[in-house]
């Protein structure tokens, strides 16, 4: 579970990530990546956002898909040298429906590393 002051939550902010941040992608994922260099002191670190549409499948594929990138993406904020003032916008494509947890961790991983 990520903790609260590394989620993304605002409608402006996942806009603003999308349009305006790195997109790397893979198999199973799209990661965007915007650094806001101006808001370090109140973002508290770098936060996360997901997508998962209903490509990915019904909703029981939705949510269990959402669980794998919530632990995938907080493990990559331990792990990653990731700046203080970043936001990352993970979008599911409809591979990761069926895709496995080290599947989706490693395009995680990979695609967050390759967006910074």
Not at 32 to 48: F, H, N
Not at 51 to 73: C, E, F, P, Q, Y
Request: glycine share 8%.
């Amino acid at each position: 579970m990520l903790p609260p002051q590394h989620r993304l939550r605002s409608t402006a902010a996942f806009g603003r990530t999308v349009k305006k941040g790195r997109k790397k992608g893979s198999a199973t994922v799209v990661a965007y990546t915007l650094v806001d260099k101006t808001s370090v002191a109140s973002v508290g670190g770098p936060r996360v956002g997901l997508i998962v549409s209903k490509a990915v499948g019904n909703a029981v594929a939705r949510h269990h898909t959402s669980r794998l990138l919530r632990h995938a993406s907080a493990e990559a904020l331990r792990s990653l040298d990731i700046p203080t003032g970043a936001h990352i916008v993970l979008r599911a494509l409809p591979a990761s429906g069926n895709a496995t947890y080290q599947e989706i961790k490693a395009d995680v991983h990979s695609c967050i590393r390759r967006s910074l």
